[in-house]
């Protein structure tokens, strides 16, 4: 079997990158019966005979070469540039001269077959090339042995915003064995693109080189099983596995193309030619109809992806696996208020399970607290190294577990119900317009946002608490006068998830960008700001505080650069159709400068994509007062 290098982990980098930019992401022998050129022979000595021409704009032919589609036509340039790739100096940019290249050499060097089998299976079904066998390319055979490749699914990993290579969540094939079963993944594989990022690079240049294309990408194979620990166990990010109904010809032709693509560098792009671009482009490749890479020409969110899967009807069932966290989440919803203090107890003590005051609950209830107690172990030690006091708490949970009677259709493992899936949530794009008043003077304002979900967004589909804004800009047109750019957020990114005795998350937000200040009107002041703190659940609300500093240029103080430290304070509700906030955020900069927000927003959900936000606030800063009050259309797109 020929071992895939699997890329390093990507560190922290989208933040910085962002901020950069400043005001704006071989095998045997196949027969070998004749050294003669293949055109030669099938052209009568003639190659110009041939219509290679038609054959070399075929989408099969043109999908192997990673030629991407437009909405009209093909690229005129290849996605792959690595030399290695094409038989042809310019194969990169004339799919007929790779095509020329490629059938006189696969017919004069045998062995080329073995490196390319995609290309030799359609090019012999063309009557391009003599038939060949497949046992001659035993090293391409033992690998597909190995794999034994019945089925495929699109995987798709929730958002993760503690890793900014994540925030949009990730995607990769998994590739299932002939007879596999839905509840076992130790048989399946996965396959994966990342680019290949040096042990070395700090979190500055890694973000640099992956928003600029200064970095390879490589697609690798490894077990599946593997990738649901660093997913599930590791970073608790929910798994949704689509499966897909390609056939068994379509899936033979994506897997003889993967093998093609080994050890193959394809540049990597963070914003659209990323994991989730590749793998369509591989399904174009198993079914060149498909039309899934023309739409992302700009970016391509990896849920996005999964919907544009989804629409051409190529998902026949769908898999929810929920993260360790979300397992002991929906374990401690059905406990009481004393029974969650048992858990804490058990998974500090466990022999108090031989208490007479526990042996005396009802033995189901004890059933549910003893396994609370147990995931939540997993939970807190998850990433840690193996410690044999938590092995030992482990095991005994696990002993007490097994004495205490099932409940009959009970599972220690059983599937917890889904949340929506992410595919049906809001479209990640977003366009508002709004009509408001500030300072009795009203105005008209258009608001676009690139991507990709805020904290009063219609919460389905989405992680709770959490939300990620990328080049988001707000054009206002005050009656009389000349439309302005308002605002230009470049990243805003809050992780507001509540703490409670079994999770303690630490919530954290980052901002930068430019805006306007109620209180003057000298320009945008650019800045960036940044803070720490905690949220916590209290009478069905949400409830933070967050410690912040802020670095602003503003042309209102005397000293354009200050820097400020503040606090700010929000409590917010928030239902699948109905959010509201109210914010308030104190700064004092070095210079004396008082500055002081509070902020109301509300938003009613008209449908999955389109919604109604009203906004109020007033700012002081210093003896100066600013206010204004808009109501917004919004349309997710």
Known sequence: ?????????????????????????????????????????????????????????????????????????????????????????????????????????????????????????????????????????????????????????????????????????????????????????????????????????????????????????????????????????????????????????????????????????????????????????????????????????????????????????????????????????????????????WVLKLAGEPHIAEDDAFIRLDSARQRKMVLAAYRLLRYRHNREARDSEVAAKSFALLQKLSSLPREAGADVNRAEPGPLQPELGHATGQWGLARGEVEEQAYTELDMRLTYHDLLDPLAGYPEAASLNMLHAVLRRVDGAVSKLQALDIVDIHSLATRDHFFRPVSWQVHAGAERQLVSDTGLSSFVQAGAGGSWRTLGASLSLIATARLEYSEVFTDNWQAAPGLAARVAWQLPYFAAALEAEHYRFVNGVDRNLVTLQIQQALSVNQGLRFSWSRQLQDSRSGEEVSLQWRRYF
């Not at 704006?24 to 004749?34: E, K, M, V």
């Not at 963070?270 to 079914?287: H, K, T």
Request: hydrophobic fraction near 40%; proline fraction near 6%; aromatic fraction near 10%.
């Open 1 to 341: 079997m020929v071992i895939f290098p699997e890329p390093l982990l990507a560190p922290l980098r989208l933040f910085v990158t962002l901020l950069l930019l400043n005001v704006l992401f071989g095998g045997s022998h196949l027969c070998a019966q004749t050294a003669a050129s293949g055109l030669e022979r099938i052209a009568g000595g003639n190659p110009e005979n041939l219509n290679l021409n038609a054959l070399s704009d075929d989408p099969q032919w043109l999908a192997l070469l990673h030629y991407g589609k437009r909405k009209q036509g093909y690229r005129e340039l290849s996605y792959v540039d690595d030399p290695r790739f094409f038989l042809s100096d310019t194969g990169n940019t004339d799919p007929y001269s790779e095509l020329r290249a490629t059938v006189q050499q696969l017919q004069s060097e045998p062995d080329l077959r073995c490196r390319f089998p995609a290309r030799a299976s359609w090019l012999q079904a063309q009557g391009l090339l003599t038939p060949g066998s497949e046992s001659d390319c035993p090293e391409y055979q033992q690998w597909r042995t190995q794999i034994n490749a019945g089925s495929i699914a699109l995987v798709f990993a929730a958002s993760y915003l503690n890793s900014p290579s994540s925030m949009y969540g990730h995607t990769f094939l998994r590739i299932d064995p002939q007879g596999y079963r839905s509840e076992s993944a130790l048989l399946s594989y996965a396959i994966n693109y990342a680019a290949i990022v040096p042990p070395n690079d700090n979190s500055l240049l890694f973000a640099w080189k992956g928003m600029s294309g200064g970095y390879q990408g490589l697609f690798t194979l490894q077990p599946y099983v593997e990738k649901l620990q660093e997913y599930s166990r590791l970073e608790n990010r929910d798994i949704w596995e689509y499966e897909l109904d390609l056939s068994g010809e379509e899936l033979d032709r994506l897997m003889a193309h993967v093998w093609e693509l080994q050890y193959i560098n394809i540049d990597y792009y963070f914003m659209d030619e990323n994991c989730s671009f590749r793998l369509l482009e591989l399904l174009e490749v198993a079914r060149p109809e498909l039309n899934l890479t023309s739409t992302f020409g700009l970016h391509a969110i990896p849920v996005d992806t999964v919907r544009a899967v989804r629409d051409v009807g190529m998902v026949s069932g769908v898999v929810y696996r929920p993260s360790r966290q979300k397992e002991l989440g929906s374990l401690l919803a059905e406990l009481h208020k004393d029974e969650k203090s």
